[in-house]
């Protein structure tokens, strides 16, 4: 499931570098007085970075220019906090402590953890997720998924006559991926139930199958493209499983620290005899 995850995600834009390889304290722009350096860009960077992911901003200059003007509006509002004379206030007091907490996270986990990952433990990981991961064909299908023989072969008939195989999952499909046409994506021959698995290698490209038995219904399935599965290359997967061994180290340094401390659960909600929850999948940079 790792080797799968790491597939997957290889394809994702990878976080700019904000400073562009220039100077940390560089003055990129002033906002009435105030610097904002290409430091600030950086941390900017790490805040908003997965937003613009998500937003598809990945062109390093436009992605730049959305930084520098995040960066210009927090510093006119931040200009008015301090105007209003909330920098004083309990609840501000309490925000900055807070975050001082999560910086200091943050450098200890950039420093003592991420840094401490050597080349050698990379490989070897991505070594052993390679060779896990089984190569060879890989297909894409839509299926529409029914109760009944019956109205799976009333669907196919429909698809025989120029039926448009989407629009029909979309209305008749009870399958999660009805909605979205019966989109499948990807996967291998062992990744689903064996009849539907059969079945679908079994297809031509743009072919549709007759109905097809499951445990789960009555399929129609249309094969949509077929491809050869490799593994991406160490270079291109190395930052992910640097960030995977690091949340992984991270987890074991914790688990010791919380052994070795004194901790005190004051709120009487709590039960402090319990063992801890499982540890939450937070980030490991403040968002």
């Given at each position: 499931?790792?080797?799968?995850?790491?597939?997957?995600?290889?394809?994702?834009?990878?976080?700019?570098?904000?400073?562009?390889?220039?100077?940390?304290?560089?003055?990129?722009?002033?906002?009435?007085?105030?610097?904002?350096?290409?430091?600030?860009?950086?941390?900017?960077?790490?805040?908003?970075?997965?937003?613009?992911?998500?937003?598809?901003?990945?062109?390093?200059?436009?992605?730049?220019?959305?930084?520098?003007?995040?960066?210009?509006?927090?510093?006119?509002?931040?200009?008015?906090?301090?105007?209003?004379?909330?920098?004083?206030?309990?609840?501000?007091?309490?925000?900055?402590?807070?975050?001082?907490?999560?910086?200091?996270?943050?450098?200890?986990?950039?420093?003592?953890?991420?840094?401490?990952?050597?080349?050698?433990?990379?490989?070897?990981?991505?070594?052993?997720?390679?060779?896990?991961?089984?190569?060879?064909?890989q297909i894409r299908a839509r299926h529409i998924l029914v109760?009944?023989?019956?109205?799976?072969?009333?669907?196919?008939?429909?698809?025989?006559?120029?039926?448009?195989?989407?629009?029909?999952?979309?209305?008749?499909?009870?399958?999660?991926?009805?909605?979205?046409?019966?989109?499948?994506?990807?996967?291998?021959?062992?990744?689903?139930?064996?009849?539907?698995?059969?079945?679908?290698?079994?297809?031509?490209?743009?072919?549709?199958?007759?109905?097809?038995?499951?445990?789960?219904?009555?399929?129609?399935?249309?094969?949509?493209?077929?491809?050869?599965?490799?593994?991406?290359?160490?270079?291109?997967?190395?930052?992910?499983?640097?960030?995977?061994?690091?949340?992984?180290?991270?987890?074991?340094?914790?688990?010791?620290?919380?052994?070795?401390?004194?901790?005190?659960?004051?709120?009487?909600?709590?039960?402090?005899?319990?063992?801890?929850?499982?540890?939450?999948?937070?980030?490991?940079?403040?968002?």
């Amino acid at each position: 499931m790792l080797a799968a995850t790491f597939i997957a995600t290889a394809a994702l834009p990878p976080a700019s570098n904000a400073q562009s390889g220039a100077e940390p304290g560089k003055v990129v722009a002033k906002v009435n007085g105030a610097i904002i350096t290409e430091s600030d860009l950086t941390f900017a960077e790490k805040e908003v970075g997965a937003n613009l992911n998500q937003a598809k901003v990945t062109d390093p200059a436009r992605r730049r220019q959305v930084l520098i003007e995040f960066l210009i509006e927090n510093q006119l509002l931040a200009g008015a906090a301090v105007k209003d004379k909330l920098a004083g206030q309990a609840s501000f007091e309490n925000r900055m402590a807070y975050r001082k907490r999560r910086a200091l996270r943050e450098a200890y986990f950039e420093k003592s953890i991420q840094s401490a990952i050597t080349d050698d433990e990379a490989e070897a990981f991505y070594n052993a997720q390679a060779a896990q991961t089984k190569g060879g064909a890989q297909i894409r299908a839509r299926h529409i998924l029914v109760k009944t023989e019956e109205k799976a072969k009333e669907i196919f008939e429909l698809i025989a006559h120029d039926g448009d195989f989407v629009e029909l999952a979309k209305k008749h499909s009870t399958g999660p991926s009805g909605p979205s046409g019966g989109d499948l994506g990807y996967f291998g021959s062992g990744q689903m139930v064996p009849e539907f698995s059969k079945a679908a290698f079994a297809l031509k490209v743009g072919e549709v199958s007759v109905p097809v038995k499951t445990k789960f219904g009555w399929h129609l399935i249309k094969l949509e493209d077929r491809r050869e599965s490799t593994f991406p290359p160490f270079a291109q997967l190395r930052p992910r499983i640097v960030e995977h061994l690091a949340r992984q180290k991270t987890r074991q340094i914790a688990a010791g620290l919380r052994k070795a401390a004194t901790i005190e659960y004051l709120d009487p909600a709590l039960k402090p005899q319990a063992a801890p929850p499982k540890p939450l999948t937070l980030p490991l940079k403040a968002q």
